[in-house]
């Protein structure tokens, strides 16, 4: 590639579509019945890793279905790990809580663990 046409954006745009794709080749290979069925065929594109990947997907959803993030009818922010909801108090929203994020984090460098603690 050597840099042409190779932006940061272009990077990203084909990390972010590489899943979609591949569900697609995968339907379209099944559809027009052009499967690898040699064993020579990636290891990532057998059956064995369909049904796991299908597993982890199901958990997921599970651990999605027990702490909805996204079922916040008051548009408080939330943890996605812990559950706990921003404050009024707290005077953190949406917009800004990348720059308090980054802000805390400013103050913990240079600072041992044990001083945290």
């Given at each position: 590639m050597h840099g042409q046409g190779l932006t940061e954006s272009v990077r990203?745009?084909?990390?972010n579509?590489?899943?979609?794709c591949a569900d697609?080749?995968?339907?379209?290979t099944k559809l027009t019945q052009t499967e690898y069925?040699?064993?020579d065929q990636h290891r990532e594109m057998g059956t064995t890793r369909e049904k796991r990947d299908r597993s982890d997907m199901s958990k997921i959803l599970a651990?999605?279905?027990?702490?909805d993030p996204f079922d916040r009818s008051d548009g408080r922010l939330c943890c996605l790990v812990s559950g706990l909801t921003a404050v009024d108090g707290?005077?953190?929203?949406c917009d800004?809580?990348?720059d308090v994020g980054a802000g805390l984090q400013r103050q913990m460098d240079g600072v041992s663990f044990?001083?945290?603690?």
């Amino acid at each position: 590639m050597h840099g042409q046409g190779l932006t940061e954006s272009v990077r990203m745009t084909w990390i972010n579509t590489m899943h979609s794709c591949a569900d697609v080749h995968i339907a379209v290979t099944k559809l027009t019945q052009t499967e690898y069925t040699s064993t020579d065929q990636h290891r990532e594109m057998g059956t064995t890793r369909e049904k796991r990947d299908r597993s982890d997907m199901s958990k997921i959803l599970a651990w999605f279905d027990d702490r909805d993030p996204f079922d916040r009818s008051d548009g408080r922010l939330c943890c996605l790990v812990s559950g706990l909801t921003a404050v009024d108090g707290d005077g953190i929203n949406c917009d800004i809580a990348e720059d308090v994020g980054a802000g805390l984090q400013r103050q913990m460098d240079g600072v041992s663990f044990m001083t945290l603690c």
